[in-house]
């Protein structure tokens, strides 16, 4: 079984940096102590505006990337300029428009198919594995592979909603399409709201999960926890949800038997 990564989007730090001008806290540095504290990626999520993460970061972060840089956003010809320039190795493509508060829908591949397999076609001549953020609806990830599409992200903030009040049905679409994107060839990425309540369930339900991108909870978890401890503790999160999947593969075997 292979182990899910954790990568940490620093975009919260930007916003906090950007809220008062200067350079504190200072991204790159906080980039450089998330890999040195576990992380096992960096995402960046650069806006139009820049409004979190800037462009300049991003070139700044790429050189002290030790793990797997991963860069989210709408490919804009701007977008797709900064990543032809960067060579992350992965890009994460969102459908959000310039304005979004934050990232609040999946591609509807299908609509776009002739204008994702382009972009895609033109992130891949760079060396780069491409991702599409996408909703829980079969159609779109069957889109995602024609399209020619690596990976998708399974957009969470439904799960994320329904985690409370009823885990097994908020994360039941989620584990059918996890499972109908392996059988197409697709590798299975997730993010938006998962936190250190909701992650270990994720990880236990959802096969072949490669890698959560999270921001948001993690960087206000660290406030109380510090960052160290923080990114142990959303590492923790996922190795006991993998102990529990192997947990149920084995009494499901045992069962069978
Ligand atoms: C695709 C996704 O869910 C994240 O990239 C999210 O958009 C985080 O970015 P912000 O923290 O800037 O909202
Ligand atoms: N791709 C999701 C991501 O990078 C982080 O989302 P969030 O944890 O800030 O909601």
């Not at 797997?68 to 959000?96: A, C, M, W």
């Not at 198919?113 to 992130?123: G, N």
């Not at 923790?236 to 949800?241: M, T, V």
């Amino acid at each position: 079984m292979e182990k899910t990564k954790l990568s940490v989007n620093i975009n919260k730090i930007a916003t906090l940096r950007n809220s008062r001008g200067g350079n504190v806290p200072d991204v790159l540095q906080a980039a450089i102590d998330c890999q040195r504290f576990g992380a096992e990626g960096i995402t960046v999520h650069p806006r139009p505006d820049e409004r979190h993460i800037r462009y300049s970061d991003v070139r700044a972060i790429r050189p002290i990337i030790t793990t797997e840089f991963n860069i989210e956003g709408y490919p804009s010809e701007k977008f797709l300029q900064l990543v032809e320039e960067v060579r992350p190795h992965q890009v994460t493509l969102v459908p959000d428009p310039p304005d979004a508060l934050t990232s609040n829908a999946g591609w509807d591949t299908q609509a776009h198919l002739d204008f994702l397999k382009e972009v895609i076609a033109r992130i891949k001549a760079t060396g780069a594995r491409v991702s599409l953020f996408v909703e829980t609806n079969e159609e779109d990830i069957k889109g995602a592979a024609l399209a020619g599409a690596d990976r998708i992200e399974l957009y969470t903030e439904d799960y994320a909603r329904g985690y409370n009040k009823d885990p097994e049905n908020a994360v039941a679409p989620y584990a059918v399409c996890a499972a109908i994107a392996h059988s197409l060839g697709l590798g299975v990425n997730a993010g938006h709201d998962l936190n250190l309540d909701n992650l270990r369930y994720f990880v236990a339900q959802v096969p072949h999960l490669l890698e959560v991108s999270i921001g948001h909870a993690l960087i206000s978890d660290a406030l109380y926890y510090g960052l160290e401890n923080t990114i142990q503790m959303y590492l923790r999160q996922i190795a006991l949800g993998h102990q529990d999947k192997q947990a149920q593969s084995s009494e499901s075997t045992s069962v069978a038997d």
